[in-house]
């Protein structure tokens, strides 16, 4: 009996530690990557990628500049070289990078040097920052295909350039059209173009 018992008692021991063990086996590490693009206000690209499938968080920030932990203030003078920007976290087995740019192309204008629509300096430039070489030749690519499908009438303008140092932008700039959906900006600028991108881009929405 006392036999019995210690042989129910093992095979409960071996039978937790299988299930426990195939538990942390189905548990897979998300293999996760970040583009860096500018494409005029940060809080447009910011609104509109937060609600692609695959983007699991959007910062707005800056980068491509000369001069160490800019400020909104210093930035908007155009003096300092850097672009509004967002850095995006995505899932490549959901979304790829080079969706990520297709969406870009479409949601700003990049033939417009420094500046979209009424929102004029360099720091509105059309610039993707590539993170490694597969980011850029993926880019020019993508850049050359539009030029050989003429997809626009002038110039495509867009810069790009590799990331040197990526700087998240004050808190308030943060998630900045869901937390402010009345102000004037994203009532006037950001809603349309959201409004826009989701009857365009089905397939990409949440």
């Known amino acids: 009996m006392k036999y019995r018992t210690i042989l ?16 942390k086996e189905q548990k897979v ?4 990557e ?5 494409g005029g206000c940060f809080w447009c690209l910011e609104a509109i990628y937060q609600r692609v499938k695959g983007v699991e968080s959007v910062i707005s920030g800056y980068a491509g500049g000369n001069v160490e932990n800019p400020t909104y203030e ?3 003078t155009g003096t300092t070289g850097h672009a509004e920007v967002v850095q995006i976290t995505f899932n490549p ?10 969406i870009f192309w479409q949601i700003h204008d990049p033939t417009q040097l420094n500046r979209q629509g009424n929102d004029i300096g360099t720091q509105y430039r059309s610039v993707i ?18 030029k050989k499908e ?20 004050e808190k308030y700039h943060q998630n900045y059209f869901n937390n402010n959906p009345s102000q004037t900006y994203c009532q006037i600028v950001i809603a349309p173009k959201l409004k826009k991108f989701k009857k365009s881009f089905t397939e990409y929405l949440k």
């Open 74 to 76: 210093a930035v908007c």
């Open 93 to 102: 087995d959901i979304i790829s990078y080079e969706d990520i740019l297709n």
């Open 129 to 146: 920052f590539y993170h490694n070489d597969e980011q850029k030749q993926t880019a020019l690519a993508s850049k050359e295909q539009l």
């Open 29 to 32: 590490e998300k293999h996760l």
């Open 150 to 169: 003429q997809v626009y009438q002038k110039p495509i303008v867009t810069e790009i350039s590799s990331l040197d140092k990526f700087y998240a932008a």
């Open 34 to 38: 970040k583009a860096t693009l500018g």
């Open 8 to 23: 129910m008692v093992l095979s409960l021991i071996v039978i937790n530690a299988t299930m426990a063990f195939s538990g």
